[in-house]
């Protein structure tokens, strides 16, 4: 049974940073697109960042340049760091991870959030 849980939500001011951990079990994080989305009240979830089982990575344009996504395939954990953020990042954010394409991250899968296994969410507060 997969499961997906994420940690290290919180609230914040802008600016400052957050890391998001996301602990992965009954999958193999080698052989998985894994991505990170998020949703905020009254919005779609939107794609936030994917790693390819290759490494290759994609970020969404709001996330470019202050957000960096990684994974230790070893402990099965992904990450996302997120530096200088701002009140806009406010959402609930998840962990994702898709094996439908072979582990890469079709951009039409992407762009639908269509993802196999998700997490519960963390959810990250910025206020101004």
């Known amino acids: 049974q997969v499961q997906l849980v994420e940690s290290g939500g919180g609230s914040v001011q802008a600016g400052e940073s957050l890391k998001l951990s996301c602990a992965a079990s009954g999958l193999n994080y080698n052989r998985y697109c894994m991505g990170w989305f998020r949703q905020a009240p009254g919005k779609e979830r939107e794609e936030v960042s994917t790693?390819?089982?290759?490494?290759?990575?994609r970020y969404a344009d709001a996330a470019n340049g202050r957000f960096t996504i990684s994974k230790d395939n070893a402990k099965d954990t992904l990450y996302l760091q997120m530096n200088n953020l701002k009140p806009e990042d406010t959402a609930m954010y998840y962990c994702a991870a898709d094996r439908s394409d072979g582990g890469l991250c079709r951009p039409d899968r992407r762009a639908r959030a269509d993802f196999r296994y998700w997490g519960q969410g963390t959810q990250v507060t910025v206020s101004s």
């Open positions: 790693i390819d089982f290759g490494g290759y990575i």
